[in-house]
């Protein structure tokens, strides 16, 4: 399984242009970066010298925020989902994100992930109560 992986990820950098530079980092850390499935388009979460979280997509900064994770291309590569979050510990508040618009805050939230037929979901969590939320992406 490794071995197959590894043959995958070398097909992958060998499909374009050898060490073609996408972005580079001013001030921060690269925490994590990731491809569509098409290859068109890619995003990168950052940590700012601040601290502050930024997830850059095709080379576009979004807004800033306390912490991001879960970043996830929709199947046709149109559109970028995260979690996003707000505040520290105790006073934290989470989100999802889609093209850099946020949904509803919760106390928690889990997901997001895209359906075949054009939805984004997750849960979100407020207190003891869980909740299911799918909007449509077009």
């Not at 043959?7 to 580079?24: D, F, M, T």
């Not at 990168?44 to 879960?70: L, Q, W």
Request: hydrophobic residues 40%; contains cysteine.
């Amino acid at each position: 399984m490794r071995r197959l992986m590894l043959v995958a990820l070398v097909s992958l950098a060998c499909a374009g242009p050898k060490g073609q530079v996408i972005y580079e980092v001013a001030d921060g850390d690269v925490l994590t970066a990731g491809l569509s499935r098409d290859l068109a388009h890619w995003y990168a979460v950052v940590k700012t010298a601040d601290g502050k979280i930024v997830v850059v997509t095709d080379g576009n900064p979004g807004k800033t925020y306390d912490g991001i994770s879960e970043p996830v291309f929709s199947p046709d590569s149109k559109h970028l989902a995260c979690r996003v979050k707000t505040g520290l510990r105790i006073n934290e508040r989470w989100a999802a994100s889609l093209d850099g618009k946020v949904g509803p805050w919760y106390d928690a939230a889990w997901g997001p992930c895209f359906t075949p037929d054009g939805k984004v979901g997750y849960i979100g969590r407020k207190g003891k109560k869980l909740y299911l939320v799918a909007e449509s992406v077009s």
